[in-house]
């Protein structure tokens, strides 16, 4: 659902609230153990905050929670 509200936001332009939910969602896919759709949604945060400029603490939670999505696929790389 979060995904879905978030894209309707970008698609109104209103970036602040996409990233809100874009976050919402890419948090949500870890808690489930959805990887790659975590990855995914906090990339498109991230994309999006260049827009808006975060606070820096939700900024770094973005970037610790992809990673560590990326860790627990085995993708060690793309974690770091």
């Known amino acids: 659902m979060a995904v879905q509200i978030a894209h309707h936001f ?3 332009r ?3 609230r996409a990233f809100q939910y874009y976050t919402m969602a ?3 896919d870890a808690r489930l153990d959805e990887n790659g759709e975590a990855i995914k949604h906090y ?3 991230l994309n999006v905050a260049e827009m808006v400029t ?3 603490l939700v900024l770094a939670k973005l970037l610790r929670g992809r990673g560590l999505a990326y860790g627990r696929l085995g993708e060690f790389i793309q974690a770091i």
Request: proline fraction near 13%; aromatic fraction near 6%; charged fraction near 35%.
């Open 54 to 56: 975060p606070d820096p």
């Open 26 to 28: 890419g948090e949500r």
């Open 14 to 16: 209103d970036h602040k």
């Open 43 to 45: 990339t498109v945060a």
């Open 10 to 12: 970008y698609q109104a």
